[in-house]
């Protein structure tokens, strides 16, 4: 059992056995008793007043287990052109679009914008798009994800229940905007509000019904995208709703602070000030990139317990600038890690923690001990992103009273890209071949997805 309860601190239960009851949740975690045959476990399950087992699933060598990743920040309509327009494709000349090298504000209305619209257009393909992308992030782990849907109610509520019927604990947000979008994509603010809360009336009969796996968000896009009549408006449903999860993006990159600056004289011009001014700046919120604030507003996120959104592959191509993240972390921010799909080509919070550690340390002096390693960024991927939606007491971790969110891993998978173990010279240990998944590995390792103890994914289910 391999997980981070401390950042910083890779922890590994070597032979443990993990006990979970019917209802998803961890009743015992022991390291030692899932040697030998069964009767050890059985034993620990019925002292735990677990009877009846129903399933024994043993790792086989070369196998671990670790707690579900946790994507802060997904863009669900965006999955259908994720890696269209990079870098290393570059558009046609005449085509007036730069792809994701371009200023962001340009980018959103080249690729954002119309394939959010498309959604909207089609049922089929919304569908189509929504569950492939649910089914590809939990192949590759991904056990909790926070969603951006569309400005349509009904779309929307569509992303939701596909993250329900595959069994993915979720936060889905209607998107909220009034502005800088296509005439056809926007609406004026009295409707967007009115959207917001029939998005949240229709949300609760469905969070009941899946217990509570899929919750709502109040989804402002960013400060440019709304006047100050939506964003007063969405802060009065969020102080209706102090529960309510809150999401949107913030000091983005720097086109988008330019364009606060611009819209929001009165309130300072910053994406801080503007939220916490209309009741929309409380935890539980996810901010996502971040990459421009001030150390006073890293304290002020800390103080209010409002998470970051730390999306390191699509910073490096809209920021213009790396986000602080050891700074924030050192402030006492909570900060998760997020794809931001599709404004980052990969689906894989493997990946973005790779990408997360590289931009650390190329942003600090050599071998400064502040840079992040590759356990602050697995943390980041379990138990920061948990406390970022306030959900920590849940999972993040395998540990008794959580559900049991975990990913079984496999390193000798068929056409695994980590390199298997060859007799007669170097031996890895058992730390360095865990470290070669988390530096190698990617979906074809993901043998077992659970969420809440139900089987939703990976290479042993599929047909």
């Not at 100050?228 to 709703?241: P, S, W």
């Not at 000030?273 to 971040?290: D, E, Q, V």
Request: net charge negative; proline share 6%.
């Amino acid at each position: 059992l391999v997980h981070t309860p401390l950042r910083g601190r890779l922890t590994v239960v070597e032979d443990a056995c993990v006990v979970v009851d019917e209802r998803g949740t961890v009743r015992a975690v022991q390291a030692g008793a899932g040697k030998g045959d069964d009767s050890a476990a059985l034993a620990l399950a019925h002292a735990q007043g677990v009877e009846h087992v129903r399933t024994v699933v043993r790792l086989g060598k070369d196998e671990f287990l670790m707690p579900g990743f946790v994507d802060v920040h997904v863009h669900a309509p965006q999955f259908c052109y994720a890696g269209a327009g990079s870098l290393c494709c570059p558009p046609e000349a005449d085509s007036g679009s730069k792809g994701p090298d371009e200023p962001l504000m340009h980018w959103l209305q080249s690729y954002a914008f119309p394939a959010e619209a498309a959604v909207v257009r089609s049922p089929l393909f919304a569908e189509g798009v929504f569950t492939q992308l649910v089914d590809t992030l939990l192949a590759h782990g991904t056990t909790t994800a926070e969603y951006y849907g569309t400005t349509d109610v009904g779309s929307t509520l569509r992303m939701a229940d596909v993250c329900a019927r595959s069994g993915q604990r979720a936060i889905v947000g209607l998107v909220s905007m009034d502005r800088l979008g296509p005439d056809d994509y926007v609406c004026p603010a009295t409707e967007a509000v009115s959207r917001a809360q029939s998005f949240l009336d229709a949300m609760e009969q469905r969070a009941v019904a899946c217990d509570g796996l899929v919750l709502p968000a109040l989804t402002p896009r960013f400060s440019p995208a709304c006047s100050d009549a939506l964003l007063r408006g969405l802060g009065k449903i969020a102080a209706a709703h102090p529960g309510l999860h809150i999401q949107t993006h913030a000091s983005e990159s720097i086109d988008e602070v330019a364009a606060a600056s611009r819209l929001f004289p009165e309130y300072g011009g910053r994406d801080l000030s503007i939220l916490a001014a209309c009741g929309l700046l409380r935890a539980p919120c996810t901010l996502a990139h971040c990459v421009h604030i001030s150390d006073g507003e890293a304290l002020l996120l800390a103080s209010l317990g409002v998470g970051v959104a730390h999306c390191p592959l699509s910073n490096s191509y809209f920021a213009g600038g790396l986000l602080p993240a050891s700074r924030l972390l050192a402030a006492g921010a909570h900060v998760g890690l997020g794809s931001d799909v599709a404004g980052g080509y990969s689906p894989s919070l493997l990946v973005n923690m790779r990408h997360a550690v590289c931009a650390s340390r190329q942003s600090r002096p050599p071998a400064d001990p502040e840079a992040l390693t590759l356990a602050d960024a697995l943390w980041m991927a379990t138990v920061g992103g948990a406390r970022v939606l306030g959900i920590d007491s849940r999972v993040g971790t395998i540990d008794v009273g959580k559900e049991f969110d975990a990913v079984a891993v496999a390193l000798a998978a068929p056409h695994s890209p980590v390199p298997r173990v060859v007799p007669g010279g170097w031996a890895p240990t058992l730390r360095e071949r865990i470290v070669q998944y988390l530096l190698l590995g990617d979906d074809r390792n993901v043998q077992r997805v659970w969420v809440r103890g139900r089987l939703v994914g990976g290479t042993a289910t599929a047909k």
